[in-house]
């Protein structure tokens, strides 16, 4: 069984920076694209960055220059760096992996976490 856990999300004010962290666990022969999704309340889940194992990221263009996707395969870990955060930023962050098991490819969800950006 696979899992996907987030944490780092939290309340900041508008300017302010976070940073996310999310981290794969079970059993994981490999990963291939890490990823990070945003829902905001009466909205559809939305792209915001995704990372290959070779380090090519991609980003929604209303993210673009303020957040940074990085990830440590050792560690089955991806990371969101969130700067200049604007309140339209508020949402919650969903962690997404596309990985191989023992026999089985599949994509993975965590449970997501809040990010809260006051005005």
């Known amino acids: 069984q696979v899992q996907l856990v987030e944490s780092g999300g939290g309340l900041v004010q508008a300017g302010g920076s976070l940073s996310l962290s999310c981290v794969a666990s079970g059993r994981i022969v490999s990963i291939n694209t890490m990823g990070w999704y945003r829902q905001a309340p009466g909205k559809q889940r939305e792209l915001v960055a995704t990372i290959t194992g070779g380090g090519a990221t991609k980003y929604a263009d209303s993210v673009k220059v303020r957040f940074t996707i990085s990830r440590d395969n050792a560690k089955n870990t991806v990371y969101l760096h969130m700067n200049s955060l604007k309140p339209e930023d508020t949402a919650v962050y969903y962690c997404?992996?596309?990985?191989?098991?023992?026999?089985?490819?599949?994509?993975?969800w965590g449970r997501g976490t809040q990010v809260t950006v006051s005005s």
């Open positions: 997404n992996a596309d990985l191989y098991t023992v026999g089985a490819f599949f994509t993975s």
